[in-house]
């Protein structure tokens, strides 16, 4: 398969579940904005995946809460490229072709991990997806590393009504941490693994150091 094209305004932000991704947006959106950036003429786009269009956001609800039938895993992984599809040209492309910069809560290595490590499926069929459906890739992905047991606590003591995702077991997410290191492992240009156990404000001061010198390189 051929490299995709690395967009030097699109930053996404993976981890699993309770690693501080939602948290640590904000905080990279209000940095942006401190630099100035939106006061030079450029947007801020703040999205997330799956969803981002009223369409996709539809289908994360179908993949979140799909009722009493079991999702098979093939069909969740569909479902997920399929809001993806959407997403990338009704959101992230037309914004990244007004100058917009591009925060992005999960993107297509999420798939990976979840879908490709977490249930076994082919990550050659998954790259094959990619490539036909997504086509670029962000250049900048923060991956927010955290114990899964941790991750854990902080969700539990948030929401005490896990999603269908939220329920699986542990074996299952450590494997979605060990598809995110490797992919990270792969890709050193493109990621910045960041230790999401520490204090809220130490990983939000590195993900804006990490933010700010790619911008700055851009
Ligand atoms: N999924 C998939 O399978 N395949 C795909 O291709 C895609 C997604 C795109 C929904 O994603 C599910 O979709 C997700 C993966 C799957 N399922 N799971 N699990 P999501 O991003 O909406 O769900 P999530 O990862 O579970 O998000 P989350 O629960 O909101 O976690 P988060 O955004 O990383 O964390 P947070 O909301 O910022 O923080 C969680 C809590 O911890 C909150 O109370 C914070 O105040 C607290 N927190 C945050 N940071 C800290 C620190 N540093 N210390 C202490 N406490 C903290």
Excluded: N
């Excluded at 329920?167 to 999401?196: K, N, S, T």
């Excluded at 404000?201 to 590195?206: G, H, L, M, N, W």
């Amino acid at each position: 398969m051929s490299a995709l094209p690395l967009h030097p305004r699109f930053v996404s932000l993976e981890g699993g579940e309770g690693a501080g991704k939602t948290t640590v947006l904000a905080a990279l959106r209000a940095a942006l904005e401190a630099a100035g950036d939106e006061a030079a003429g450029s947007e801020i786009v703040v999205t997330r995946e799956p969803g981002g269009t009223p369409l996709a956001e539809k289908i994360r609800a179908l993949l979140l809460h799909p009722g009493e039938e079991a999702l098979a895993a093939e069909t969740e992984l569909m479902l997920m490229f399929a809001a993806r599809a959407q997403h990338v040209r009704a959101t992230i492309l037309p914004a990244l072709e007004r100058g917009a910069w591009v925060l992005c809560d999960r993107f297509t290595d999420s798939s990976y991990a979840y879908q490709g490590g977490g249930r076994g499926l082919d990550a050659a069929f998954i790259d094959v997806l990619e490539q036909r459906v997504v086509g670029l890739r962000p250049g900048l992905t923060l991956l927010l590393d955290l114990d899964v047991a941790q991750g854990r606590a902080r969700i539990e003591s948030r929401d005490p009504h896990p999603d269908r995702i939220e329920r699986e077991r542990g074996a299952f997410f450590e494997r979605v941490r060990q598809a995110f290191l490797a992919r990270a492992a792969a890709e050193p240009r493109r990621f910045r693994v960041i230790d999401a156990s520490r204090t809220v404000d130490e990983v939000v001061a590195e993900a804006v150091a990490r933010l700010r010198a790619f911008a700055g390189a851009a």
